[in-house]
Nanobody
Framework: VQLQAFGGGLVQAGASLRLSCAAS????????MGWFRQAPGKEREFVAA????????RYADSVKGRFTISRDNAKNTVYLQMNSLKPEDTAVYYC?????????????????WGQGTEVTVSS
């Protein structure tokens, strides 16, 4: 599976962004999809994940209520709608995929990773 994330940018605090991750070359519709992020000088952290059906989602506490993950299996795309952005959301955001039935928040369990898209939130 090849993943390409895009949609990042520079925004002010309180603004919204929608990240997209397009998948190709694999069984996207049977993959758990996740979003992770890595801020400068910090370790990569889990943001959100969604089951292959879209019926199950998980969120990091830091983004719960502000971010929404969704997917369109017909378009082989997963989205991350980010609202009420804060400066602490500044990071490179990565999408990831794993062929699984259960949503996981553990980065090492994901087999495929996109190249990342940068999000910068100014105060």
């Amino acid at each position: 599976v090849q993943l390409q994330a895009f949609g990042g940018g520079l925004v002010q605090a309180g603004a919204s962004l929608r990240l997209s991750c397009a998948a190709s070359g694999g069984t996207f519709s049977r993959s758990v999809m996740g979003w992770f992020r890595q801020a400068p000088g910090k370790e990569r952290e889990f943001v959100a994940a969604i089951s292959w059906s879209g019926g199950s989602t998980r969120y990091a506490d830091s983004v719960k209520g502000r971010f929404t993950i969704s997917r369109d299996n017909a378009k082989n795309t997963v989205y991350l709608q980010m609202n009420s952005l804060k400066p602490e959301d500044t990071a490179v955001y990565y999408c990831a995929a794993v062929s699984a039935n259960i949503v996981t928040t553990i980065a090492s369990r994901y087999n495929y990773w996109g190249q990342g898209t940068e999000v910068t939130v100014s105060s």
